[in-house]
């Protein structure tokens, strides 16, 4: 799924890059195992084009139409406007309508995209370098209210698998069989940062964000599109299945073989607090950070048992069959997951509904951030519910405008807005 960050080639073997970063610090690197995705410090290194979207987005001001800007003419959004000026005249000649935005975003939504807002800025700053996310989300609180904490630090852990030449060809054998069985993931460049908080938040509170799709990186897109469905390893889920990608992917950061170096180990190294111990988790993630975010969820529910855990998303493409997803929701029950949309992105309608390697379905709650406008900043809308599968198709929507979205509704409506601007 196309995102943002830094591109970087897969190694021959699993190799593991642990970042420690303190605010406006120099970050180091250790190499367990393989070679080193080099990585520019941070200090020498200018910000990347999305830190400075992000930023704009983030300083975003009611009115200001600058922020048009962030949606050049580029090749990319032509086509995908392309698509879209060909279907919605169909679509609506068929009846197919937009629901009305005078009553304006409710209370409830309004309430839910007001505590999702910092988990979210600190999700799609974790793909930029560690300085520059512990700067950007400096002063963010997560959770809201009295309890809420900054981030106090990070580390960023890093997985990278490449496969031989003998599972490559296995892979194309089996790519289509009902039940593939592989040694273990094809190829897969998965990237969490593990943040601790502060006070007031409990040290006994911590979170996980995972990396989108890096643009030129073919690890991650080999992840994206290994769709072939596989058992979804969970208890009493007869029927399950999901994205082999996904899981394969995920499975690299929480049952690789390499001590001290699976995601719960990170956490408590870095928190102090035992698993069992722990209060508060949360699973963030956008694109393919989403997928795997979702993933945690589950996961950090049988870790952590006598913790909460919360599941914040953005962009996130669907990767369960429907007895999975019906398995998922039950198990992290409501409210406990949130998953954002931002207009017409088009990767939450990837894979489709019905493909020839099974179904695929989202979970969690949908809000659906409607933009009334094709330009940015247009004047957003939330809604509680699942869009029109034909409102599709733009890329730009998946990498831009998620955070102005989410500013504009909450603060750019005075008769509906909620005190306290972000």
Same mark, same amino acid.
């Given at each position: +799924?196309?995102?943002?960050? *830094?591109?970087?080639?897969?190694?021959?073997?699993?190799?593991?890059? *642990?970042?420690?970063?303190?605010?406006?610090?120099?970050?180091?690197?250790?190499?367990?195992?393989?070679?080193?995705?080099?990585?520019?410090?941070? $200090?020498?290194?200018?910000?990347?084009?999305?830190?400075?979207?992000?930023?704009?987005?983030?300083?975003?001001?009611?009115?200001?139409? !600058?922020?048009?800007? &962030? &949606?050049?003419?580029?090749?990319?959004? !032509?086509?995908?406007?392309?698509?879209?000026?060909?279907?919605?005249?169909?679509?609506?000649?068929?009846? %197919?309508?937009?629901?009305? !935005?005078?009553?304006?975003?409710?209370?409830?939504?309004?309430?839910?995209?007001?505590? $999702?807002?910092?988990?979210?800025?600190?999700? &799609?700053?974790?793909?930029?370098?560690?300085?520059?996310? +512990?700067?950007?989300?400096?002063?963010?609180?997560?959770?809201?209210?009295?309890?809420?904490?900054?981030?106090?630090?990070?580390?960023?852990?890093?997985?990278?698998?490449?496969?031989?030449?003998?599972?490559?060809?296995?892979?194309?054998?089996?790519?289509?069989?009902?039940?593939?069985? &592989?040694?273990?993931?094809?190829?897969?460049?998965? #990237?969490?940062?593990?943040?601790?908080?502060?006070?007031?938040?409990?040290?006994?509170?911590?979170?996980?964000?995972?990396?989108?799709?890096?643009?030129?990186?073919?690890?991650?897109?080999?992840?994206?599109?290994?769709?072939?469905?596989?058992?979804?390893? $969970?208890?009493?889920?007869?029927?399950?299945?999901?994205?082999?990608?996904?899981?394969?992917?995920?499975? %690299?950061? @929480?049952?690789? /073989?390499?001590?001290?170096?699976?995601?719960?180990?990170?956490?408590?190294?870095?928190?102090?607090?035992?698993?069992?111990?722990?209060?508060? @988790?949360?699973?963030?993630?956008?694109?393919?950070?989403?997928?795997?975010?979702?993933?945690?969820?589950?996961?950090?529910?049988?870790?952590?048992?006598?913790?909460?855990? /919360?599941?914040?998303?953005?962009?996130?493409?669907?990767?369960?069959?429907?007895?999975?997803?019906?398995?998922?929701?039950?198990?992290?029950?409501?409210?406990?997951?949130?998953?954002?949309?931002?207009?017409?992105?088009?990767?939450?309608? +990837?894979?489709?509904?019905?493909?020839?390697?099974? #179904?695929?379905?989202?979970?969690?709650?949908?809000?659906? +951030?409607?933009?009334?406008?094709?330009?940015?900043?247009?004047?957003?809308?939330?809604?509680?519910?699942?869009?029109? *599968?034909?409102?599709?198709?733009?890329?730009?929507?998946?990498?831009?405008?998620?955070?102005?979205?989410?500013? #504009?509704?909450?603060?750019?409506?005075?008769?509906?807005?909620?005190?306290?601007?972000?």
């Amino acid at each position: +799924m196309p995102g943002h960050g *830094e591109d970087a080639a897969c190694h021959s073997h699993i190799a593991i890059t *642990e970042t420690h970063a303190t605010p406006l610090a120099a970050y180091t690197e250790d190499s367990v195992v393989g070679q080193l995705c080099q990585q520019k410090e941070a $200090a020498a290194a200018p910000l990347l084009p999305y830190a400075q979207v992000q930023r704009m987005e983030l300083s975003y001001q009611c009115g200001d139409v !600058t922020a048009a800007a &962030l &949606l050049g003419d580029t090749i990319t959004r !032509t086509l995908t406007e392309l698509g879209y000026a060909i279907v919605s005249p169909l679509m609506a000649a068929l009846g %197919s309508q937009l629901p009305s !935005t005078a009553a304006g975003t409710s209370a409830v939504v309004l309430s839910a995209l007001r505590d $999702a807002y910092p988990a979210e800025v600190m999700n &799609l700053a974790s793909n930029l370098d560690m300085n520059t996310f +512990m700067d950007i989300t400096r002063g963010l609180r997560w959770p809201g209210g009295p309890t809420g904490g900054a981030l106090r630090s990070a580390r960023h852990m890093r997985v990278l698998t490449k496969p031989t030449l003998g599972e490559y060809t296995t892979m194309v054998v089996l790519d289509h069989a009902p039940l593939p069985s &592989l040694p273990g993931p094809i190829t897969s460049d998965t #990237q969490v940062v593990v943040a601790a908080f502060q006070a007031p938040a409990p040290p006994t509170q911590v979170a996980f964000f995972f990396h989108s799709t890096e643009t030129l990186n073919p690890c991650m897109w080999a992840t994206d599109f290994d769709l072939t469905q596989t058992a979804y390893p $969970a208890p009493n889920c007869n029927g399950c299945m999901v994205h082999r990608g996904f899981l394969r992917a995920f499975q %690299s950061v @929480v049952a690789n /073989k390499l001590p001290g170096y699976t995601l719960d180990a990170v956490a408590a190294n870095l928190t102090g607090v035992r698993p069992a111990d722990m209060t508060l @988790v949360l699973c963030s993630g956008h694109s393919l950070g989403a997928a795997l975010a979702t993933l945690c969820g589950a996961w950090a529910k049988a870790i952590y048992p006598n913790a909460v855990v /919360k599941v914040i998303t953005s962009g996130s493409p669907r990767l369960f069959n429907s007895a999975a997803a019906a398995w998922y929701d039950r198990y992290m029950g409501a409210g406990n997951y949130i998953r954002l949309v931002n207009n017409r992105d088009v990767v939450p309608s +990837m894979p489709f509904q019905h493909t020839p390697v099974g #179904q695929f379905q989202h979970v969690g709650a949908p809000i659906w +951030m409607m933009r009334s406008a094709k330009e940015l900043p247009g004047n957003y809308t939330a809604f509680a519910a699942e869009r029109p *599968e034909w409102y599709t198709g733009s890329v730009a929507d998946h990498n831009l405008g998620y955070v102005l979205a989410m500013r #504009q509704i909450l603060n750019c409506r005075p008769s509906v807005s909620m005190p306290g601007a972000i």
